[in-house]
């Protein structure tokens, strides 16, 4: 408890964390929690810094829950208030705001930030406390490795796993037609990390070989030389473990250096909304894994991306999704036993979501003991000027075009 007192004496002191309290509807709050009382749901998120892009879709997916949640008489009767610190993409800075938010501010509940690097120390104060934690972004394979008991991913898939589809589908190609050599570029995080290298042991059993395999700091903005690397070795498919601005500082390098690869694929970036103008329009034949699709006939996407839409001015994407997913599992857990606040409560609604299969706007999900999700991402592609479902065959909007047409 010293430990934990310090930190979060500091952080009052400090006094630099952003905090928005986002009310979805009206209500009176009372003195003390009772049934007019909201259900305070806190989290810190990466609103500036390195993650700041993908951060505030998190953040626009967590207001949307909360107010679709409102809309039809919040929980238990309550109506949920959320409340966001910017973590400014800071480990240390994401631990003193879970401190904050459980520790001096007393919130019923917490859901989990943006990006494997926040996610894990977040996760240590949350257990640290005995909360439940549902968490839309820590993907990479560590985040299931450091024995949390309260930690679920809502999500499909984990990252080492997100392009189980497209890895299959290369192997499978004639021996005439496949890949013989790749390129690998990787920023250094677990879950971009994770996402390329999960391919490229996949592929190396296979037979593909690798021919550059780089991996550069999340604050890299000058792209130049890994790209000569990548067209000097004339690599026949090129994958990034990226995340939004080096996936496209990236891409626009090769493009300038007219390195034609037979297949590009790179994590989160292509499926941003202004991928496709940052790169020049160029998307023609890009890949990228992705966990959700805005077309998903489940009943709550199709409220999900209506309401959304009404809300924001635009469809939800993946990052909003997974916020949202979060969101529904925590709600379907309090709703389910009954409660929502520190203490014993948390126990229950652990043990609720370690047993139990919650239906989402991305399909049913459900755990393995350490909080990883029994499932497989979906492959998309940009064909025809927009980005499509390619893989698996039984979820696919279009073809997979394959070999890439030039940049």
Request: with cysteine; hydrophobic share 40%.
């Amino acid at each position: 408890m010293t430990t934990r007192m310090k930190r979060i004496q500091w952080m009052t002191a400090l006094g630099a964390s952003l905090t928005l309290a986002l009310t979805a509807c009206g209500g009176d709050d009372g003195g003390s929690a009772g049934a007019d009382d909201p259900i305070v749901v806190g989290v810190s998120l990466p609103l500036t810094g390195d993650f700041s892009e993908p951060g505030k879709g998190v953040q626009r997916g967590y207001e949307a829950w909360a107010k679709i949640t409102n809309d039809k008489g919040g929980l238990l009767g309550r109506k949920v208030e959320l409340k966001i610190l910017d973590d400014q993409s800071n480990a240390d800075r994401v631990v003193a705001d879970y401190e904050q938010l459980i520790g001096k501010d007393n919130v019923d509940l917490v859901v989990g930030p943006f990006s494997t690097r926040l996610v894990v120390p977040a996760a240590r104060v949350a257990e640290e406390y005995g909360m439940l934690f549902v968490e839309p972004a820590g993907a990479a394979k560590e985040v299931f490795e450091q024995g949390f008991k309260n930690l679920f991913y809502a999500a499909p898939a984990v990252a080492n796993d997100h392009y189980n589809h497209l890895a299959e589908y290369v192997l499978a190609l004639p021996s005439d037609q496949r890949p013989k050599t790749a390129a690998y570029a990787a920023m250094d995080d677990p879950f971009a990390q994770g996402t390329a290298y999960g391919l490229k042991e996949k592929l190396e059993a296979g037979g593909v070989r690798t021919v550059v395999d780089e991996v550069y700091p999340p604050n890299t903005t000058d792209f130049g030389s890994i790209a000569a690397k990548i067209a000097a070795s004339k690599a026949d498919m090129v994958v990034g473990g990226s995340q939004y601005q080096d996936g496209v500082n990236l891409i626009v390098a090769l493009q300038q250096l007219k390195y034609q690869p037979k297949l590009a694929a790179f994590s989160t970036a292509p499926t941003n909304p202004e991928f496709a103008a940052a790169i020049g329009n160029k998307t023609e034949g890009i890949l990228s894994p992705t966990g959700y699709t805005q077309d998903a006939k489940y009943p709550s996407n199709t409220e999900f991306v209506e309401k959304y839409a009404a809300q924001f001015g635009s469809p939800p994407e993946e990052d909003e999704a997974n916020a949202y997913t979060t969101g529904q599992v925590v709600a379907a857990a309090v709703t389910a036993v009954g409660c929502a606040e520190q203490g014993e409560c948390q126990k229950k609604l652990v043990e609720w979501v370690r047993t139990n299969t919650v239906e989402t706007v991305v399909g049913p999900l459900s755990w393995d003991e350490t909080g990883k999700p029994k499932g497989a991402h979906m492959i998309q592609q940009w064909v025809g000027g927009k980005i499509q479902i390619v893989l698996p065959a039984a979820a696919k909007e279009t073809d997979l075009v394959y070999p890439k047409p030039a940049w």
